[in-house]
């Protein structure tokens, strides 16, 4: 069995690329399954997706702890404790990040162990397909990372998936042309079963705790703020000062409330916290806020 584990933020498509994945092996004649997990359930929160392939029946159900394939879709979580991109990664591991920087400069900087596959798909979907959605490459590598995927079989499940959540023909072209410049690209590596699983097959009794142990808590006031979401974004609004005419338009549709007003009635945006919607720029009437892409250092 092949397990895949994928890393991404709500709204990239993570719990797509694992469908993908999983209706791709299916047609090569293997068994599949896949399953993501939420958590917050917002957009722009960190979301894991899994999806397992293999031969026999499939009995194992839930999370992916030990992950044979790692795929990262946003470098910006390789920093955050709360998504644990690292979690079970072995020395049998490949991991995938959607990066600009080397594999050697991902190892120096996190020292993990496993094989490092580096590749910027944020550039390849901008190009192809014009938004920063990134189901079908991330499926792609995850597919030429098993070594069971071919590329017939990897197109043909980006359509049925894609056509199944009712995207429009010619946008399903782009991301299949996409895909498949992502599956060329990605190494041709295989996985390493240095540690492979045990199976455990150990019975354990669950007992009843009290809604105290058994609920989550948060016993800090107000330790929302201290998350800052400036991190999320990959195009960064920019006001152009000397032609707006304050007319607070993006002010009020902010949806975040990260624009305030300085005392001459200029918008200012808070960067720390502006996830990069550009809703402001939508809205903006004399159409002087321009979008820059975040290139961030690490």
Known sequence: MKRIRF??????????????VG????????????????????????????????????????????????IIADETLLDDRTANVFQGVYGGTITMINTHYSSAHVRERF?????????????????QIGKPVLS??????ASKL??????QSLKEAIVRELFSVDIPKEVVKKNVEAALICFDRTPDIHIDHSEPMKEDNTFVKLEYSGPYLGTPSTYARGNTVLKKTGNWRLFKPVIDHERCSRCRACFVHCPHSCISLDTAGYPRIDYEN?????????????????????????
């Open 274 to 298: 502006c996830k990069g919607c550009l809703i402001c720029l939508e809205e903006c009437p004399k159409k002087v806020i321009l979008k820059k892409r975040e290139v961030r250092e690490w």
């Open 111 to 127: 020292g993990i162990s496993g094989k490092i596959v580096t590749l910027d798909m944020t550039d390849i979907v901008l190009t």
């Open 23 to 70: 209706t791709a092996s299916f047609l090569e004649g293997y068994i599949a399954q896949d399953c993501p997990v939420y958590g917050a359930e917002r957009r722009g929160a960190p979301i894991q997706a899994y999806t397992r392939v293999s031969k026999n029946p499939i009995l194992e159900r839930g999370v992916i702890v030990h992950p044979d394939i790692t």
């Open 7 to 20: 890393h991404g933020r709500g709204g990239q498509g993570m719990k797509t690329a694992s469908r993908i």
């Open 146 to 151: 098993t070594g069971m995927v071919t590329r």
């Open 136 to 141: 079908s490459v991330a499926a792609a590598s």
